[in-house]
């Protein structure tokens, strides 16, 4: 088999991973629909993807296999700076009254790595979720680390997708934000990512002096009032993600 052959395999079945993934399980029709390739094809794939584990099947449905949980888990056990940062969020836990998560970007967007609530029934983030940057604290931290060209890359494949009435919608109006985060050291999401909800972030950086992730702390606005946010939780994420930079270099 030819090595273009086997990338476009590879990238069919990444494919039907995502779309059974976005559709929260799926058929062998609804995967044909999607994708648009012959039936024996997608078959083929599929059985494959069941039979390492990726995929389950019940009755006509399949869903994605919790061996995804397995290898979510020892992608964070293989970076060992992360045990600091998990140290460093137990003990914020026990200071503040506030949500505090840790999030790295990967292939421009925001994922949940570790997080700890005010109570745990209360949490609203799983870790394993991905988020847009443009909408949330730690993502807008993590973009105004980056060059120009780096965020213009990112907003080029990902955009601006809308989810509260004040999520930023102007690439002009989101660079402008990013500027003044990059004088102030942290950045701030008021409602919109999720609306009702407030956090401020802040950006460690690795011995290399790359982004190694962000920490938020927040929580509903009933909880979090914007002064609150502005002085005690500016000062606290930023101390934190300081002492967590500092430790790894």
Do not use: W
């Not at 994420?237 to 300081?242: A, D, E, K, L, P």
């Amino acid at each position: 088999m030819a090595g273009d052959e086997k990338l476009t395999t590879t990238a069919t079945s990444i494919r039907l991973l995502e779309a059974v993934s976005e559709q929260e399980g799926a058929t062998l029709r609804s995967l044909v629909k999607e994708t648009d390739l012959a039936k024996s094809t997608v078959y083929k794939h599929l059985s494959t993807l069941q039979a390492n584990n990726l995929l389950i099947k019940k009755g006509e449905q399949y869903l994605l296999g919790l061996h995804h949980l397995t290898l979510g888990k020892r992608a964070v056990e293989m970076r060992d700076s992360y045990r600091l940062v998990e140290k460093k969020i137990d003990e914020l836990r026990n200071r503040t009254e506030a949500d505090i998560d840790f999030t790295v970007e990967e292939n421009g967007r925001l994922i949940l790595v570790s997080e700890a609530t005010r109570t745990m029934s209360e949490s609203i983030f799983v870790p394993g979720n991905e988020f847009y940057l443009h909408n949330t604290a730690a993502g807008k931290a993590i973009l105004a680390s980056y060059s120009d060209n780096r965020v213009d890359a990112i907003l080029d494949r990902h955009g601006l997708p809308l989810r509260t009435d004040k999520t930023i919608q102007s690439r002009s109006k989101l660079k402008s934000e990013l500027k003044s985060i990059r004088e102030k050291g942290y950045a701030l999401n008021d409602g919109e990512c999720i609306e009702g909800y407030r956090s401020v972030g802040s950006v460690i950086m690795d011995p290399s002096d790359s982004v190694l992730g962000a920490i938020s702390i927040g929580g509903p606005a009933y909880r979090v009032d914007r002064a609150r946010l502005e002085d005690d939780f500016s000062e606290l994420v930023c101390n934190t993600t300081s002492e967590i930079t500092e430790s790894l270099s």
